[in-house]
């Protein structure tokens, strides 16, 4: 199959060309402002699906408004016409099309162009009036507020709004480029004469930048955000693909004695809280309980054991663990326990607690195991 994409440099035509590729759909025409105008001919008469992305939302005067949303689209209908070219055509309008504005009556201008294409020349028409669009590749300051936001707080940058209560639809570009997908293999989400993508979210400019200032806190604090909120896990997503360059690491606080070292590594409030002990050869570490906080050891390098002993029995229970046979040991409630490094380098083991310490109830009770 052969498949031209409009617009194919933008925001949308990298997400959806990179994702084409993954599936196997490698004979993609890429088409763009500052390709070789001599090309398009050639793309046009032997596509069998168009997926027309390009566009102009943020022009020098209003004419380039029409000049680039109408004029164009007309260019590639005119093609297709020429060589009687009955593949189906995609086209990304705006929900903008509703309203009297340039921009708006240019996308409402195109789609009819379409619609009227589609009647007289039996070409499948799939008119697509996109919310508001966030994840990553998105150009920040030019019509994205999500991207700009993004990109501003990664960047230690000031942002601005004026109205935080005005609420955005906002569609995801892995959601929109599954859809767009879908739309080829002829399992498009019609809703009367336009397509709609299957998910969308509600957020308010406010919601929206208090989340995106909580990413950048929750580096600090070693937290992480509720995955288990789509929207807040695709904000992440996009808001990480934002940072500089030179701050993709941040440093986590080592507390280091003579034993080794223990450093909190992720803290949350309903999922508990991951730590990387280091003992080193013929160190012991441990020996309290917990009534109710209960964890999980991982030794991934080095070699050592595990003891425990309920707090009311002398029977000694031991594990033997080792970095060559990955294995996890739970700790239960009600026993006190250690781990001891008996190997000759040092030991490293992944803990995982079922809450996030809390110094003022710390439930950690010293007793020799």
């Not at 035509?13 to 084409?20: M, Q, R, S, T």
């Not at 709004?161 to 399992?187: C, H, M, R, S, T």
């Not at 498009?188 to 308010?204: D, H």
């Not at 991951?274 to 080095?302: D, R, Y």
Request: charged share 25%.
């Amino acid at each position: 199959m052969n498949i031209l994409v409009t617009g194919a440099k933008g925001f949308v035509g990298k997400n959806l060309i990179a994702e084409l590729k993954n599936r196997g759909y490698n004979n993609i025409f890429e088409y763009d402002i500052d390709t070789d105008k001599n090309l398009l001919e050639g793309y046009v008469k032997e596509c069998d699906f168009i997926y027309h992305l390009a566009g102009v939302n943020r022009p020098q005067n209003e004419e380039e408004f029409m000049q680039g949303n109408f004029g164009f689209t007309s260019e590639l209908l005119t093609l297709l016409k020429r060589y009687n070219n009955k593949s189906p055509i995609l086209i990304t309008s705006s929900i903008q099309a509703k309203l009297d504005n340039p921009y708006g009556r240019s996308k409402k201008a195109g789609e009819d162009l379409v619609f009227n294409f589609g009647k007289e020349n039996g070409n499948k028409t799939l008119v697509y009036r996109l919310p508001n669009l966030f994840g990553k590749w998105c150009r920040p300051n030019y019509n994205s507020a999500v991207a700009t936001f993004c990109h501003n707080i990664a960047n230690d940058l000031p942002i601005k709004i004026n109205d935080p209560n005005v609420v955005l639809i906002l569609a995801y570009i892995d959601d929109v480029v599954e859809d767009f997908i879908n739309a080829l293999e002829g399992k498009e989400n019609r809703v009367g004469e336009f397509c709609e993508v299957s998910k969308t979210y509600t957020a308010s400019l406010g919601q929206i930048a208090e989340l995106i200032y909580s990413f950048k806190k929750s580096r600090e604090e070693r937290t992480i955000p509720n995955m288990s909120d789509e929207f807040t896990k695709k904000l992440y997503s996009t808001y990480l693909s934002y940072l500089p360059k030179d701050k993709f690491s941040y440093e986590l606080k080592m507390n280091v004695d003579n034993r080794g070292s223990f450093t909190e590594f992720i803290r949350t409030i309903d999922k508990g809280q991951v730590s990387v002990n280091i003992s080193k050869p013929g160190i012991t570490k441990g020996n309290h309980w917990h009534h109710t906080k209960n964890e999980k050891f991982l030794v991934v390098s080095g070699k050592g054991v595990i003891r425990f002993r309920r707090i009311d029995s002398d029977e000694v229970i031991e594990y033997y663990v080792s970095g060559d046979k990955l294995e996890v040991v739970d700790i239960p409630p009600g026993y006190t326990h250690n781990i001891e490094n008996l190997g000759d380098t040092d030991m490293v083991t992944i803990m995982w607690a079922n809450e996030p310490f809390d110094k003022e109830k710390p439930d950690t009770y010293y007793l020799e195991v």
